[in-house]
């Protein structure tokens, strides 16, 4: 069956790094679009980062540019997001998400809380 899982969350102050990875399996993982999306509590679930099937795209969100980079393996079948500078506002869930055309995945989900 379709699994995304992911694993990299944790708890770091304000400045800090963390590597978020998400581990595909049960479709075909090269041919699949992904992303990353983050929700707050409180707040709607909203767009991080972008990476198309091929991985010559990618686009991120204006809070994340310049400070989160998004990647893929399609020989490992994961996806990363390698998060730096993170500030408290960085903190929520963080899913990852599978899509061709109608075809989507969700992961479910991994906390990063960004704290002093």
């Known amino acids: 069956q379709v699994q995304l899982g992911e694993s990299g969350g944790g708890l770091v102050q304000p400045g800090g790094s963390l590597r978020l990875s998400c581990a595909a399996s049960g479709f075909t993982f090269s041919m699949y679009a992904m992303s990353w999306y983050r929700q707050a509590p409180g707040k709607e679930r909203e767009l991080v980062a972008f990476i198309s099937s091929d991985a010559r795209r990618t686009n991120y969100a204006d809070p994340v540019k310049g400070r989160f980079t998004i990647s893929r393996d399609n020989v490992k079948n994961t996806v990363s997001l390698q998060m730096n500078s993170l500030k408290p506002e960085d903190t929520a869930v963080y899913y990852c998400?599978?899509?061709?055309?109608?075809?989507?995945?969700w992961g479910q989900g991994t906390q990063v809380t960004v704290s002093s």
């Open positions: 998400k599978a899509e061709l055309v109608r075809l989507v995945y």
